[in-house]
């Protein structure tokens, strides 16, 4: 099946510091991928929709300035966190679909990454 | 306000036991919902989707039911076993937001 790659698993940065996460989807193209958040004992949160080629959309109240997401290929989005603090210590998500399927799906599963696990000291 | 809601928020049961694990949708408006596992520190397993106009889906031990006019859905775990300890998650998908609406989630123990 189709496999979405994430990396790395696991990043521990200073305060202050950027963080890049990485999503690839490695046998698809992707033409849009979620990324997610999520904290302990909490649901995911939807933070923004990554279209290749384009700008990303964000959803309310995620600062776009702060969380850069770039997906300059089919097969990769980038996840940026700019200057990192302790509260945005969380676990990152990403998922794809592949093109020429309907949002959200039309009847075939979603393909998640691993995840991140983000930790600000 | 679009919100999904999972009942219990933990649940641990003896091996072999059937259990019934909970979703309920505050917008009955869903294009499809679909249930998955975590386990920890660990990404997104899909398990089963549901199209809006289905009523159940099976998978091997697994079983799940889709009652739009009520606004839930239940999975069906038969015979449970250790290996099926993970927090369980489902997540309604709205085609008119495009959004994916995720509960937030059972964490389900299997004593051996």
């Known amino acids: 099946g189709a496999v979405v790659s994430q990396h790395p698993s696991r990043v521990i940065c200073k305060s202050g510091t950027s963080v890049k996460i990485e999503c690839r989807s490695l046998?698809?193209?992707?033409?849009?991928m979620f990324w997610y958040r999520q904290f302990p004992k909490q649901s995911l949160m939807l933070m923004a929709t990554s279209n290749e080629g384009s700008k990303a959309t964000y959803e309310q109240g995620v600062e776009k300035d702060k969380f850069l997401i770039n997906h300059a290929s089919l097969t990769l989005s980038t996840l940026t966190v700019t200057s990192a603090h302790p509260e945005d210590s969380s676990f990152y998500i990403c998922s794809a679909r592949q093109p020429g399927q309907s949002y959200p799906y039309s009847g075939n599963t979603i393909y998640f990454g691993e995840g991140s696990w983000l930790t600000v000291v | 306000k679009q919100e999904v809601t999972q009942i219990p928020a933990a649940l641990s049961v003896p091996e072999g036991e059937n259990l019934v694990l909970n979703c309920s949708f505050t917008d009955s408006a869903i294009y499809n919902l679909q249930w998955f596992r975590q386990d920890p520190g660990k990404g997104l397993t899909s398990l089963l989707l549901i199209q809006s106009s289905q009523r159940e889906q099976t998978s091997g031990r697994l079983n799940a039911s889709l009652d739009k006019s009520s606004g839930r859905s239940t999975l069906y775990i038969a015979a449970s076993q250790p290996g099926d300890s993970a927090t369980y998650l489902c997540?309604?998908?709205?085609?008119?937001?495009?959004?994916?609406?995720f509960g937030s989630g059972t964490r389900l123990s299997i004593r051996p």
């Open positions: 997540a309604s998908f709205y085609s008119s937001a495009s959004k994916i609406i």
């Open positions: 046998d698809f193209q992707a033409t849009t």
